[in-house]
Antibody, heavy 119, light 112 residues
Framework: EVQLVESGGGLVQPGGSLRLSCAVS????????MSWVRQAPGKGLEWISV???????YYADSVKGRFTISRDSSQNTVFLQMNSLRDEDTAVYYC?????????????WGQGALVTVSS | DIVMTQSPDSLAVSLGERTTFNCKSS????????????IAWYQQRPGHPPKLLIY???TRESGVPDRFSGGGSGTDFTLTISSLQPEDVAVYYC????????FGQGTKVEIK
């Protein structure tokens, strides 16, 4: 069974940084297509980044240049480094697999990590 | 980016009743190379992450009850619940993966 467990969320001031982690079990991150999707409070879903199995990375325009996705094969973990955070980055961040590449549907989903950007 | 628009925003349905809601894409998501529609549907119960229900517009994910069915082609798609159950109270999202993934705003389903 595939399990995705996010951590690293919290409260950060505008302009600050935060790194989210997604510990993965049941599949190998280096041969999978791992993504992050966020959901602002009471709002819909927004795809923000993917680390393709071939090593390519892709970003939504809203986070390009500020967020960086990476992976660590030894920990079987995916990371999202978030810099220059803005109020509008406040959201629950979900780690998700894209089963067959990019672009693709999403599943399974982690439980999510809440990031709050506020002064 | 392709804009996804769902309707209605919310609806109340009686238990056991059949219900259908809609998703429209701003451009066709039917790929000519494989004749497949690049549409997925998700269910998000209160306080939970989304759960994949359907991909390729009409293929049910493993374990999803057969009361859920997807249809449509091109730019217009539907998700139908044939007999609403209490556990179906949720927000339902459509998503296109023809290009940079985008989601609809969701349809909230409640019990009447």
């Amino acid at each position: 069974e595939v399990q995705l467990v996010e951590s690293g969320g919290g409260l950060v001031q505008p302009g600050g940084s935060l790194r989210l982690s997604c510990a993965v079990s049941g599949l190998t991150v280096t041969t999978s297509h791992m993504s992050w999707v966020r959901q602002a409070p009471g709002k819909g879903l927004e795809w923000i980044s993917v680390f393709h199995g071939n090593g390519n990375t892709y970003y939504a325009d809203s986070v390009k240049g500020r967020f960086t996705i990476s992976r660590d094969s030894s920990q079987n973990t995916v990371f999202l480094q978030m810099n220059s955070l803005r109020d509008e980055d406040t959201a629950v961040y979900y780690c998700v697999r894209m089963p067959t590449g990019y672009p693709n549907w999403f599943g399974p989903w982690g439980q999510g990590a809440l990031v709050t950007v506020s002064s | 980016d392709i804009v996804m628009t769902q309707s209605p925003d919310s609806l109340a349905v009686s238990l056991g009743e059949r219900t259908t809601f809609n998703c429209k894409s701003s451009q066709s998501v039917l790929h000519s190379s494989n004749n497949k529609n690049y549409i997925a549907w998700y269910q998000q119960r209160p306080g939970h992450p989304p759960k994949l229900l359907i991909y390729w517009a009409s293929t049910r994910e493993s374990g999803v009850p057969d009361r859920f069915s997807g249809g449509g082609s091109g730019t217009d798609f539907t998700l139908t619940i044939s007999s609403l159950q209490p556990e179906d109270v949720a927000v339902y999202y459509c998503q296109q993966y023809y290009s940079t993934p985008t989601f609809g705003q969701g349809t909230k389903v409640e019990i009447k």
